[in-house]
């Protein structure tokens, strides 16, 4: 397998390893080389790895070509969210406590490098953080109370290490490229109560009231305990023994701090955190879809250097979208070029990369359902009333925010249809998904695969009835037997 390193600024990078590339985040984002490349570990050691960062889309594209990073994005997400971090850290608390029992100040940093400290003494917890986090450089700081506490937790870049640590890190970095295997996590599964997590403020809620009591009816039928709980109720997750998502998913929302405290815990999910973190983002999105052959609008990853190619590929009308966009919102039609130009500069500063799409317009959007590489519904979605969007967020009507629907038998949807909706679902592996489709003169288009897709009453349910809600709780029973 091809091993590579990627720094922000590869004639910086102080280390000499055998067998293996350092080469700059800019050429792996941007060369079409490395998108091709096959048999590839990528080791990110990026100075930033925040959200949107050039840091945080290497780890993305990375799993988006097939390639293995570490840290993958759930292992940098997981740093970002403290509560998680803690819930994690409580599995090895009496190792924190053995460990720094004799410090006799109040604050300890702990510094991981490849998954060691310089102190052998530290060498356990050292390898219990990076086993949980993935993540090569990292700083742990704990405050001591009535017993030690984790007070931060961040990824550390390599001109954070102190000097007298180099020769050591050094000695870690040699030790560590030589693996052939590279541990992570392991999750165990559990057993029967059913927690459905809704947001009372959610704008656009993924099942309507009347759907989530069918849930909750269906599953009663089924000897399976189901409950509601809110965004507060965090640490009553573990009480639960699945997890059913029904609130809008973003990484930087409640919704995957749940998806990954279940996880972690091994209760049963749907939808399982990395299936958030890929259909949340565009950016990944387009690489796969590309990757995999799958037909859609053309495409252009837009980025500060290519910005003023992309019309050329595109045309004008575009589509623009923020790479965490959802229900429409965060995406916009240029329809001139200097609209274009506003748009892109002002996207770019929330985002290192975001998408442009030629503009395709349809009457509506094949919407299929499905659940564990199975369709389970099959709708029309129709575009609101005098816009070219599924959902019309300006509209002044409230009856005018979204387009008409229709729900059909599978065996009624062309067999072609189904058969990209079931390529695009097997991208992300096992879950819940809503593949959108458009045909636009004749050809096949995947707009979107959707991770928590809409289920609500009277729409998705239109045709098939309670199957619709008996098939996802049958997936959920499944994982946990």
């Not at 096959?38 to 799993?63: M, W």
């Not at 059913?194 to 009372?200: D, G, T």
Request: net charge neutral; glycine share 4%.
């Amino acid at each position: 397998m091809n091993k590579y390193i990627v720094v922000n600024q590869p004639e910086k990078w102080n280390f000499s390893i055998d067998n293996i590339t350092v080469i700059s985040s800019q050429d792996y984002l941007t060369n079409p080389k490395y998108s091709l490349l096959k048999n590839a570990r990528i080791f990110n050691l990026c100075k930033d790895y925040s959200y949107q960062s050039k840091g945080y889309y290497v780890s993305l594209l990375a799993e988006a070509r097939g390639h293995l990073p570490i840290p993958t994005t759930k292992n940098i997400v997981d740093l970002k969210a403290l509560k998680l971090v803690r819930i994690v850290s409580d599995e090895f608390d009496d190792v924190i406590q053995q460990s720094l029992k004799n410090i006799k100040s109040q604050d300890f940093t702990l510094s991981i490098y490849f998954g060691q400290n310089v102190a052998q003494k530290y060498k356990n917890l050292s390898a219990l953080f990076y086993k949980h986090f993935q993540v090569p450089f990292l700083r742990v700081n704990f405050n001591h109370t009535t017993k030690w506490n984790i007070q931060s937790i961040k990824a550390i870049s390599e001109a954070e290490i102190p000097v007298e640590h180099i020769s050591s890190v050094r000695e870690f970095a040699n030790q560590y490229f030589a693996k052939k295997r590279y541990d992570t996590a392991k999750v165990t599964n559990y057993d029967f109560d059913l927690a459905i997590l809704v947001n009372p403020s959610d704008p656009a809620p993924p099942s309507n009231s009347k759907a989530l009591k069918k849930f909750i009816e269906i599953a009663e039928k089924m000897n399976i305990y189901a409950e509601i709980i809110e965004p507060k109720d965090l640490s009553r997750l573990s009480s639960f023994d699945a997890l059913f998502l029904r609130q809008s998913t973003e990484v930087n929302n409640e919704a995957y701090t749940f998806a990954r405290k279940a996880q972690q815990e091994g209760i049963a999910i749907i939808d399982y955190p990395d299936a958030i973190l890929k259909c949340c983002n565009k950016v990944y999105m387009a690489e796969a879809m590309n990757n995999a052959n799958i037909s859609t609008p053309k495409t252009v990853i837009v980025h500060s250097n290519n910005r003023n190619a992309v019309l050329e590929q595109t045309g004008l009308p575009c589509v623009l979208k923020a790479p965490d966009s959802t229900f429409s919102f965060g995406v916009k039609k240029a329809k001139t070029k200097d609209e274009y130009n506003a748009l892109v500069t002002e996207m770019l500063k929330e985002s290192d990369l975001i998408i442009a799409q030629e503009f395709c317009p349809s009457d509506y959007d094949w919407r299929i359902g499905i659940i564990d590489n199975k369709p389970f519904y099959a709708c029309k979605y129709y575009m609101a009333k005098g816009h070219w969007q599924i959902y019309n967020w300006k509209a002044t009507d409230k009856n005018e925010q979204d387009g008409d629907a229709d729900c059909l038998p599978i065996e009624d949807v062309p067999k072609n249809v189904i058969d990209i909706a079931l390529k695009s679902a097997k991208l992300m592996g096992l879950g819940l998904y809503g593949i959108d489709i458009k045909v636009v003169d004749g050809k096949l288009m995947v707009i979107e695969i959707n991770d928590n897709p809409n289920i609500d009453f009277g729409v998705e349910d239109a045709h098939y009835g309670d199957l619709v809600y008996t098939e996802i709780l049958s997936a959920l029973k499944k994982r946990l037997e």
